[in-house]
């Protein structure tokens, strides 16, 4: 499989969240001024929508009629807004802290959002426990919360599994949970395990954690779980850690399968994504040694396949529904002002697959 650029655009700002129609035409980005960007892909004409975050925006999901986006920001709240006019017609309170990641159900019945703050509990700076649930499932059509479920905070990515009745969400200090979506409020998991493969414990400049799991999908038939994110490292600012990901067998907790030796360079990956035949799945994110920030890899020996270095911090990869593109969302160093006028430090990439 290789990837072949087709359309390069710019955004004001940085794309924190993405999600595109099923055939790829139109996406929809996330960015750091709070805004969430209408964006025809083929002529790179990008528009906003009437009602920003007060922060920025970290993620959007689309409904499957495609009438309606729900963004997520650093703000706490959640949006709901019209495609065609690109108005906001609710606004729902879900989180006193950040939304981190949002997933939307596939029949896109419900949102799940993930939040949490990292403070210090103890001696040993672990992360102290929740002042609010962690995750939230909010039924899309009503705006009511249907569920939420106690996590340790903060928890980075989210994902609901193909059938739609499993959620799993990860934190920062490698711990995973599933639930049963239907579960009520405050239900336990029916499943959970820790990985210590992607936190570090910083010793060098300030003591605290640093890493987790930024990226979670599951196999086609909800059999495994994909978790990517950044290795352990002996000086988690500088961000060198090994580049991860890992495969488990949710229901038993067993890892099935890893980035291999020689394969990864260094630095933070932030999203995984499967193909939709299930062949390869993509991980992408930022790099800080190495020779890629961007890779495909084959869904039955995780081996790697493809990989290319965008020269941009990644944070959303998508394939189109029938498989032939792949949209990403990024962004770039941000540059000085020009005649008083912020250059766009945003990108939104589309590229052809070829088998």
């Known amino acids: 499989m290789?990837?072949?650029l087709a359309h390069d655009h710019k955004l004001p700002t940085g794309a924190l969240g993405l999600c595109i129609t099923a055939d790829g035409s139109r996406a929809f980005a996330?960015?750091?001024?709070?805004?969430?960007?209408?964006?025809?892909?083929?002529?790179?004409?990008?528009?906003?929508?009437?009602?920003?975050?007060?922060?920025?925006?970290?993620?959007?999901?689309?409904?499957?009629?495609?009438?309606?986006?729900?963004?997520?920001g650093y703000d706490?709240?959640?949006?709901?807004?019209?495609v065609e006019s690109r108005r906001c017609w609710r606004k729902v309170q879900a989180h006193q802290f950040w939304n981190w990641q949002l997933a939307l159900s596939?029949?896109?019945?419900?949102?799940?959002?993930?939040?949490?703050?990292?403070?210090?509990?103890?001696?040993?700076?672990?992360?102290?426990?929740?002042?609010?649930?962690?995750?939230?499932v909010y039924d899309t059509q009503s705006g009511d919360l249907v569920a939420a479920f106690s996590h340790a905070p903060p928890v980075l990515s989210c994902a609901f599994s193909p059938d739609g009745q499993h959620l799993a969400a990860a934190n920062m200090m490698g711990e995973v949970r599933v639930w049963n979506v239907a579960g009520a409020i405050d239900g336990q998991p029916i499943a959970r395990w820790t990985s210590p493969a992607f936190t570090s414990w910083g010793s060098i400049k300030t003591h605290h954690y640093c890493g987790g799991i930024y990226g979670l999908a599951f196999s086609a038939?909800?059999?495994?779980?994909?978790?990517?994110?950044?290795?352990?490292?002996?000086?988690?600012?500088?961000?060198?850690?090994?580049?991860?990901?890992?495969r488990w067998d949710w229901q038993k907790g067993e890892r099935i399968d890893q980035i291999k030796d020689g394969q990864h360079g260094s630095g933070l990956m932030e999203t995984i994504a499967w193909h939709p035949n299930g062949a390869h799945f993509v991980m992408a994110g930022r790099q800080a040694q190495g020779s890629w920030n961007l890779a495909m890899f084959a869904g039955g020996d995780g081996s790697l396949v493809h990989s290319m270095d965008t020269k941009e911090r990644i944070t959303h990869a998508r394939f189109t529904e029938n498989g032939r593109s792949l949209v990403i969302a990024s962004a770039t160093g941000q540059e000085a002002r020009k005649g008083g006028i912020w250059p766009p430090w945003g990108?939104?990439?589309?590229?052809n697959i070829e088998v």
């Open 2 to 4: 290789k990837l072949t």
């Open 30 to 72: 996330a960015c750091a001024d709070g805004a969430i960007y209408d964006v025809d892909l083929a002529t790179g004409k990008a528009e906003a929508f009437a009602e920003r975050h007060q922060s920025f925006a970290s993620g959007c999901v689309l409904l499957p009629d495609e009438r309606t986006v729900l963004s997520g």
């Open 76 to 82: 706490g709240m959640l949006l709901w807004h019209d």
């Open 106 to 136: 596939p029949d896109g019945s419900f949102l799940a959002t993930t939040t949490g703050q990292y403070l210090p509990g103890g001696w040993k700076y672990e992360p102290s426990a929740e002042s609010e649930p962690s995750v939230k």
């Open 221 to 246: 038939d909800g059999a495994s779980l994909l978790c990517c994110g950044m290795g352990p490292m002996t000086d988690p600012m500088a961000g060198n850690g090994k580049m991860t990901w890992q």
């Open 347 to 351: 990108r939104l990439k589309s590229y």
